[in-house]
């Protein structure tokens, strides 16, 4: 199958050409079709399997063959993260750069000024995160009466990060009769129920086993002392020569001592999280892309929102308290077809997030130990973790990436 089997306009594949793809992939096989058909879709595939591409296409044919009307928003693509957006837009002008359809992009951290006057200026195509999105609509800069097409990417990640009220909020001012997508890397149980409020006789696409990671990623587990995972993160990177290593921590606060620190190893690093600015997260993505950092450290609002071609390395510095962010964490790597190692360091008192991982992923990881990193066997265990409330876990790790400040419970045993 090639992509001009799904009778796409000569613009869109020309698009397609000059990016070299060869041919769609299994999630852009099944999702196209069905939403070229105007089905409400809800479809799951792992990350770096082209799910953008699958939903830009058909909504990019769509207003070609109505004839782009930018004086009124014509789809509506919301994403968890101002990253995520920001690539979602990419994708979006990318296809559609040999049409007419105007795209915009939405995103808090920087001012509404311009997203503003892009706005008034006409807009067919807007991705927005949900938080500056409702900004603009209690503020009267966009009207979405006319949305024909909605999609919520990565609609895990929208609703662990708390964006239920204002999901509930949009909503409320889009017509009933649109056609609802809904992409994401998982299915947990909150995905179902909001599917049932908000899509109609959906066609379901499910491309791989549910919450299965990426088959290119090799997992190694290292058993180490929690005061000596950063001296072995630098080692790591520094004696295998790894140019290009993405990071993971649990909070904002260790992002940040963590790069200060092993920048002081020699191992020059930056760190992005939710307190960043606008301005600074960008900065922080382009040197690591250009290589003038090699190490980025972040929190799990990055999760989602770093695509990096050619990634191979990524350390779980720290295990999330939600287990499912372990997939989109290792998920960063082995991206189209790449291969990719991803490092976990686990500490006593740890290794019940390690369990949870592989409860979900139903896999055993083994730890090993590194020679000259051994954990300390006089060290005393803590007691072991005791079972914890779902929904307060996904809270708790999602606490670097949700936009309040607001101070999570730490859970007992941990230092934060």
């Given at each position: 199958?090639?992509?001009?089997?799904?009778?796409?306009?000569?613009?869109?594949?020309?698009?397609?050409?000059?990016?070299?793809?060869?041919?769609?992939?299994?999630?852009?096989?099944?999702?196209?079709?069905?939403?070229?058909?105007?089905?409400?879709?809800?479809?799951?595939?792992?990350?770096?399997?082209?799910?953008?591409?699958?939903?830009?296409?058909?909504?990019?044919?769509?207003?070609?063959?109505?004839?782009?009307?930018?004086?009124?928003?014509?789809?509506?693509?919301?994403?968890?993260?101002?990253?995520?957006?920001?690539?979602?837009?990419?994708?979006?002008?990318?296809?559609?750069?040999?049409?007419?359809?105007?795209?915009g992009i939405a995103y808090g951290g920087v001012?509404?000024?311009?997203?503003?006057?892009?706005?008034?200026?006409?807009?067919?195509?807007?991705?927005?995160?949900?938080?500056?999105?409702?900004?603009?609509?209690?503020?009267?800069?966009?009207?979405?009466?006319?949305?024909?097409?909605?999609?919520?990417?990565?609609?895990?990640?929208?609703?662990?990060?708390?964006?239920?009220?204002?999901?509930?909020?949009?909503?409320?001012?889009?017509?009933?009769?649109?056609?609802?997508?809904?992409?994401?890397?998982?299915?947990?149980?909150?995905?179902?129920?909001?599917?049932?409020?908000?899509?109609?006789?959906?066609?379901?696409?499910?491309?791989?086993?549910?919450?299965?990671?990426?088959?290119?990623?090799?997992?190694?587990?290292?058993?180490?002392?929690?005061?000596?995972?950063?001296?072995?993160?630098?080692?790591?990177?520094?004696?295998?020569?790894?140019?290009?290593?993405?990071?993971?921590?649990?909070?904002?606060?260790?992002?940040?001592?963590?790069?200060?620190?092993?920048?002081?190893?020699?191992?020059?690093?930056?760190?992005?999280?939710?307190?960043?600015?606008?301005?600074a997260r960008e900065k922080a993505l382009l040197?690591?892309?250009?290589?003038?950092?090699?190490?980025?450290?972040?929190?799990?609002?990055?999760?989602?929102?770093?695509?990096?071609?050619?990634?191979?390395?990524?350390?779980?510095?720290?295990?999330?308290?939600?287990?499912?962010?372990?997939?989109?964490?290792?998920?960063?790597?082995?991206?189209?077809?790449?291969?990719?190692?991803?490092?976990?360091?686990?500490?006593?008192?740890?290794?019940?997030?390690?369990?949870?991982?592989?409860?979900?992923?139903?896999?055993?990881?083994?730890?090993?130990?590194?020679?000259?990193?051994?954990?300390?066997?006089?060290?005393?265990?803590?007691?072991?973790?005791?079972?914890?409330?779902?929904?307060?876990?996904?809270?708790?790790?999602?606490?670097?990436?949700?936009?309040?400040?607001?101070?999570?419970?730490?859970?007992?045993?941990?230092?934060?």
């Open positions: 199958m090639t992509f001009s089997s799904f009778s796409l306009d000569t613009v869109l594949l020309r698009a397609i050409t000059e990016s070299a793809y060869d041919e769609p992939t299994e999630i852009q096989k099944q999702s196209i079709p069905l939403i070229l058909a105007k089905h409400d879709v809800m479809a799951r595939a792992q990350t770096g399997t082209g799910k953008t591409a699958a939903f830009a296409l058909p909504i990019l044919q769509r207003i070609l063959i109505q004839q782009p009307c930018a004086q009124h928003v014509r789809a509506l693509v919301l994403t968890p993260t101002r990253e995520l957006a920001q690539q979602v837009y990419k994708s979006f002008c990318h296809y559609g750069q040999f049409t007419h359809i105007n795209i001012s509404t000024k311009n997203q503003i006057a892009e706005l008034k200026a006409g807009v067919d195509i807007l991705i927005a995160t949900p938080g500056r999105l409702i900004d603009l609509l209690n503020s009267e800069s966009v009207n979405l009466d006319k949305i024909e097409t909605l999609v919520f990417d990565e609609a895990d990640r929208i609703l662990d990060m708390g964006f239920k009220e204002e999901i509930d909020q949009i909503t409320e001012r889009l017509p009933r009769n649109k056609q609802t997508l809904l992409f994401s890397a998982t299915f947990a149980d909150e995905i179902y129920k909001m599917s049932k409020n908000i899509l109609v006789d959906p066609k379901i696409v499910e491309i791989d086993e549910k919450n299965k990671a990426a088959d290119d990623v090799e997992q190694i587990v290292y058993a180490v002392d929690a005061d000596r995972k950063r001296e072995l993160t630098s080692y790591l990177i520094g004696s295998k020569n790894w140019q290009q290593v993405l990071v993971f921590t649990r909070t904002k606060q260790c992002a940040d001592d963590l790069a200060k620190e092993m920048t002081k190893d020699g191992v020059k690093s930056s760190a992005i999280h939710g307190d960043k600015s606008q301005g040197e690591f892309k250009e290589g003038k950092v090699r190490a980025l450290i972040a929190t799990d609002v990055a999760a989602r929102g770093i695509d990096i071609k050619g990634l191979n390395h990524v350390i779980n510095y720290e295990l999330p308290y939600n287990a499912e962010d372990y997939v989109h964490r290792i998920g960063r790597t082995a991206r189209a077809g790449n291969s990719g190692l991803a490092v976990s360091l686990v500490s006593i008192g740890e290794e019940w997030l390690l369990t949870a991982i592989e409860e979900l992923l139903d896999i055993r990881l083994l730890q090993q130990w590194l020679p000259g990193y051994e954990p300390d066997p006089t060290k005393i265990a803590q007691p072991k973790k005791k079972t914890i409330n779902k929904k307060n876990a996904r809270k708790d790790a999602l606490s670097s990436g949700n936009k309040t400040n607001q101070r999570r419970p730490t859970p007992r045993g941990r230092r934060r």
